[in-house]
């Protein structure tokens, strides 16, 4: 197993006898979840950091109208509960499974002995950044723009992404509503509004900006 943990980022330059040792003590494990769960409750106790080996995960909350409000998507190498382990230790979104996934578990006391390695506090720094960094992007988002100005947004960030002004949705347009905060009857409103103005061709998933 801890040839396999040297593969992951946060972990390729931490000791293979100090794994070793991790791993014997159960203070690092890793486990499989289904699609469709949720891995943490909203003020549940945070007491490890949670690395992706596999799957997407997101965090979310719930609006004042009943809406999922997608605030962050954890992909394969992504840190959750960085920010949280030494903190006041409560999780303040639920961390749901989108797909199938595996996570690597590793409790408080062995990150606190693994942040004597300096590669391990780079890549530990890194990901709080990437998590303030996307935290203030989603705040930005819900405060100071219209359902409109976020559509626009976000599709011309997938054009730029894909390289094309014909835009393959990359998640459902549930799932898009979900990450603009919105209810999908908002979202299939907005959308028909713009593809009636000849901003945007809607089909399917696949979005043509003009």
């Known amino acids: 197993m801890t040839n396999e943990l040297q593969k992951i980022p946060l972990l390729s330059g931490v000791d293979h006898t100090l794994l070793e040792e991790l791993v014997a003590r159960r203070e690092i494990s890793s486990q499989r979840y289904p699609k469709g769960v949720t891995i943490h409750n909203q003020q549940d106790t945070c007491g490890a950091l949670d690395v992706v080996l596999s799957g997407i995960l997101v965090a979310y909350a719930l609006s004042e109208n009943g809406s999922a409000v997608t605030m962050f998507e954890f992909r394969e190498n992504a840190l959750i509960g960085a920010n949280l382990l030494f903190g006041d230790g409560a999780y303040p979104l639920n961390i749901f499974s989108v797909t199938a996934c595996e996570l ?107």
């Open 104 to 210: 690597l578990h590793i409790n408080r006391n062995a990150v606190l002995e693994l942040l004597h390695i300096s590669d391990f506090v780079m890549c530990y720094v890194k990901a709080l950044s990437m998590n303030s960094l996307g935290m203030n992007r989603k705040i930005a988002m819900l405060a100071q723009k219209t359902l409109r100005e976020n559509l626009l947004g976000y599709l011309r960030q997938q054009a730029l992404m894909q390289d094309t002004t014909s835009v393959r949705l990359p998640i459902s347009k549930k799932e898009l509503a979900d990450h603009m905060g919105v209810q999908r009857p908002s979202l299939f409103r907005e959308l028909k509004k713009m593809k009636d103005e000849g901003i945007i061709q809607v089909k399917g998933r696949t979005i043509n900006m003009r």
